[in-house]
Each structure stands twice: as structure tokens, then as C-alpha cells.
């Protein structure tokens, strides 16, 4: 077959044909993958549930927390214990000032106000620096760096360098500190979810003093 | 042309990262573990593939002077199907990759291909060219990401030669990726150099 000339008529049809075939190629892909995609983010979501929380019997609704000083809310998973009696919540949260931008922690902290555990869920930190953020400051081995167990100060945490106590990863000192934002952030939005859990109870109420209440102990 | 010699050409003589020197972007962006090169090389050896037989089937049907953009739509078409199904069933490598992914459609590996190669030759050759080069990417993806693996970190895919304080940082971060990979195109020459 001889190939088609380039005349205005040939070529709109053939570009049409292109981009059509293309994009019905692309839909019929797209059903097929939805399903697991989301199923995989859910697992994902259920196994950091698992991996920051202690034992626990059930989990109870999300109460979604918006900081007034950025766009994104941050989640908390209250978790109860066979008896109904709250024993721990896992907040997912976040930062903006990693080395590279937007640091996603699923961190979890107990009735008494100690972290139990936390995973990091989404980085672009530099491999090998910044992305030992899991080993780091999850080895409870080396008590200067590791963060589980640790309370939150008035304050929050901070790297040692800044007068805190928790060492920062060698050369990732940037890294640490929003890790550490994002932990204090996770602390701040809890303690207003429990407050006003206390007094009204209502979730429109939670996010109003969250967010002032979060503006107003933020960092300087 | 012979098939066999088609297909093995991307390996040795034509090798598009040791040879070519093309695709440099994924090769030093992705080649941190080796892994991540295997992955990224297969990916683009699919994309390869498929685009390349599809070219060949479409050449005539292509006016010309807009062929580019035909391509282009294509190339984009399979890189976004590799990306949905690498999400959905691949999940840690498509984290690991992540921008990587969608840059394939800009790769000149695989628009040079369908340009160079698929729009003139037959469909069997054009898919065995793609197969040559693509396993030929893949091939030097994996060995650099093995080198820069095991000097950066002490692993190899993931299983620990030695310990990992003793790596050299350098080879994980980019600057170790122009290092590993111009040592690795010196030896390549000179066994090149040695068969002549």
C-alpha cells in the first residue's frame, strides 16, 4: 500500500484515528487496573495501621483535622481495645519542608501521649540521606535517635542541634527536622481532636479550634 | 536483514547506553539499586516493543508531516498502560521509579526507534528491533545499577555482600552514576577495541 499524502484531509483524519483508538485503548486499561490500584492503596493504608499502632480490637472513624497554615488535612484513626476504651490513634500527617518537598508520616501515639510507632509513606529525600527516615529514627537500639517512646514536649520535638532531643540523621539535618515537623503537627492536631472531642464533641467544632489552635502554637 | 543479528546488535555494537549514549536521563536517574534499573529497563523494553510493532503496522497510514505527533501518541498510549499496570500490580517498584514512568514518552531511545527503525522496516524486524534494543537498555541499566548497588550500599538486588557502612555514598547519589557509568563505558571499549 502506498503511503498516504500529506493533504489537510488525511492528515486530520489520521491523527483523529491515532488519538481515538488511543484513548479508547487507554479506558479499557483503566477499568481493568481501578480496582486493584485502589486496593492496594487501602492495603497500604491498613498495614501502616498496623505497623504504628499496638495491639488493638477495632478501629473507629476517621476525624479529619484541617491545620489552618496549609491546604491538607490530616487524618486520625482513633484505635480501641476489646473494652471500647481508646487506647491509641494513628494520625496520618505530613510536611512541606523536607529537602525535597512534601514528607508523608503515618504516626501513632498512645493515651498517654507517647509515639508508638510510625512509617513514612510518601518522600522524594535523597536516597541513601534523607530516605534512612524509617531505619533511623525507628531503631530503638540507639535511644538519641529513635523516637518511639518518646513523649512530645512543650514545643514538640526537635533535633538535638536546635536544642531538642533526638539526634538527626548524619547529614540529612533539613530531612530531620520536618520529620520532626510532621510529627509535631500529627501531636498538635490530636491533642485539639481530643479537647474538643471533650467539650462539644461535635466534628465541625474539631476543625475550627484544630485549626486555630494550630495557627497558634505553630513554629516560628 | 538477519533476524539474529537484528536482535543482538542493541547488546554489543549498538547498545544505546554504552554505546549510543542515549536515554541518559532514566539511566542515571534510575539506576540507584538494581532493581530499579531491571524495572525500569523492562518497562521501556515493553513500551519499545509495542510502539515499534504498532509504527510498523501504521506506517502507511501516517501522512508524513504529521508523523511525530502519531508517534508520540502511541508511545504515550503504552507508557500509560505500563504505568496503570505497574500500580496496580507492581506497587513498590512504581514508587521507587515514580517520575521515571511517564518520561519514557519523551525517551529518545523509543522515539528514535520507531523513527529510525519501525516506520521502515516490516513488522517482524520492527518488533525484533525492538526486543534488541529494549533487552540491550534493560542489560545496562541492570549492570550499572548492580555496580552502583553493591559500592553505594553493599547489596546486591537487595541481598547484603557487606556491610552497608562501609559503602561509598557517592555511588547512590548522581555524581556516582557518571563515575560507574564512564568506567563502565571505558572497559566496554577497550573489549570492543580487542575484538577488532
Known amino acids: 500500500m502506498a503511503k498516504l499524502e500529506s493533504s489537510f484531509k488525511n492528515m486530520v483524519i489520521s491523527l483523529f484515528g491515532v488519538t481515538l483508538i488511543a484513548s479508547a485503548a487507554l479506558g479499557l486499561v483503566n477499568d481493568v487496573t481501578e480496582g486493584p490500584i ?86 522524594a529525600e535523597t536516597p541513601g540521606l534523607g530516605s534512612k527516615m524509617d531505619d533511623w529514627f525507628g531503631n530503638t537500639e540507639k535511644t538519641g535517635q529513635s523516637v518511639i517512646g518518646r513523649s512530645f514536649p512543650n514545643g514538640g520535638l526537635s533535633v538535638s542541634k536546635d536544642g531538642g532531643g533526638v539526634d538527626a540523621i548524619t547529614a540529612a539535618t533539613i530531612t530531620s527536622r520536618a520529620f520532626l515537623d510532621a510529627l509535631n503537627r500529627a501531636h498538635r492536631c490530636l491533642n485539639n481532636a481530643w479537647d474538643t472531642d471533650s467539650n462539644s464533641g461535635a466534628t465541625q467544632q474539631i476543625d475550627q479550634n484544630a485549626s486555630d489552635d494550630d495557627l497558634a502554637s505553630s513554629e516560628q | ?148 548497588e553493591l559500592l553505594g550500599s553493599g547489596k546486591l538486588f537487595d541481598i547484603t555482600i557487606y556491610p552497608e557502612d562501609y559503602g561509598m555514598l557517592v555511588f547512590i547519589l548522581a555524581p556516582g552514576a557518571f563515575i560507574a557509568l564512564g568506567y563502565i563505558i571505558a572497559l566496554i571499549n577497550r573489549m570492543n577495541k580487542k575484538n577488532a
Open chain 1, 38 to 123: 485502589a486496593q492496594t492503596e487501602l492495603k497500604k493504608q491498613k498495614m501502616a495501621l498496623a505497623a504504628v499502632l499496638p495491639e488493638f480490637d477495632h478501629l473507629g472513624d476517621v476525624i479529619k483535622v484541617l491545620p489552618k497554615d496549609a491546604a491538607d488535612s490530616v487524618e486520625i484513626y482513633p484505635a480501641y481495645g476489646a473494652d471500647g476504651e481508646e487506647i491509641a490513634s494513628a494520625v496520618k500527617t505530613y510536611t512541606y519542608s523536607g529537602f525535597s518537598g512534601y514528607i508523608e508520616v503515618m504516626v501513632g501515639i498512645d493515651d498517654v501521649g507517647e509515639i508508638t510507632g510510625f512509617q513514612v509513606l510518601k518522600h
Open chain 2, 1 to 148: 536483514m538477519n533476524q539474529w543479528k537484528n536482535f543482538t546488535k542493541g547488546f554489543i555494537k549498538e547498545n544505546p547506553v554504552f554505546v549510543l549514549l542515549l536515554g541518559m536521563c532514566p539511566t542515571l536517574g534510575t539506576t540507584g539499586t538494581a532493581i530499579n534499573g531491571l524495572g525500569m529497563g523492562l518497562a521501556t523494553t515493553f513500551v519499545l516493543v509495542m510502539s515499534n510493532l504498532v509504527v510498523s503496522l501504521i506506517k502507511n497510514l501516517i501522512p508524513d508531516k504529521v508523523r511525530i505527533p502519531a508517534f508520540i501518541v502511541v508511545i504515550a498510549t503504552f507508557v500509560t498502560i505500563v504505568e496503570m499496570v505497574m500500580q496496580a500490580y507492581l506497587p513498590s517498584l512504581y514508587e521507587s521509579l515514580g517520575l521515571f514512568i511517564p518520561l519514557i514518552v519523551v525517551n529518545c531511545i523509543v522515539l528514535g526507534r520507531a523513527e529510525a527503525f519501525a516506520s521502515k522496516n516490516t513488522i517482524t524486524s520492527s518488533v525484533i528491533d525492538g526486543l534488541g534494543i529494549g533487552f540491550g537498555f534493560a542489560f545496562a541499566l541492570t549492570i550499572l545499577g548492580s555496580v552502583r
